[in-house]
């Protein structure tokens, strides 16, 4: 039951700060991308990468429906009704636990590395031309 709410709340959340964070003149440039990173796939919905971003999300979800599954059998074990031992269910409650962590970073460093190279092929395709800085009078002629 609560693996079905903790599910729900996760994609809720997810969702919701994708249009929770209108672009605001007064907050920094860290301000106003931070919040979509610190949700699994939300910075890839950022960055128009809607493969990887559901790609996460499942995968985060499917490792916290797994994670919920085992630490309820291995709290509520019974020897005749699973064919595990108990021990076997503990190790995989924690196998799960550490695919959400990792999952989890991944999401947060790979939409950072995405939205760092967002606009790298409009940056590419400038022509390179001879500038002049302005301050101090130094010029790269």
């Known amino acids: 039951m609560y693996r079905k709410r903790l599910l729900f709340f996760i994609l809720i959340i997810s969702s919701a700060s994708l249009f929770a964070n209108k672009e605001d003149s007064s907050k920094s440039i860290i301000e106003k991308k931070i919040p979509y990173y610190f949700l699994p796939g939300a910075g890839q919905i950022k960055n128009k990468k809607w493969i990887k971003s559901f790609i996460i999300i499942g995968a985060e979800a499917a490792a916290?429906?797994?994670?919920?599954?085992?630490?309820?059998?291995?709290k509520n074990f019974d020897e005749n009704k699973y064919g595990l031992p108990q021990n076997r269910y503990l190790e995989k409650r924690n196998k799960y636990?550490?695919?959400?962590v990792i999952i989890y970073f991944y999401s947060m460093v790979d939409a950072i590395v995405d939205n760092h190279f967002f606009d790298f092929n409009e940056v590419m395709k400038r022509p390179i031309e001879k500038e002049t800085l302005q301050e101090g009078g130094i010029s790269n002629e």
């Open 97 to 100: 636990a550490w695919w959400i």
């Open 64 to 74: 916290i429906n797994y994670w919920s599954k085992n630490a309820l059998i291995y």
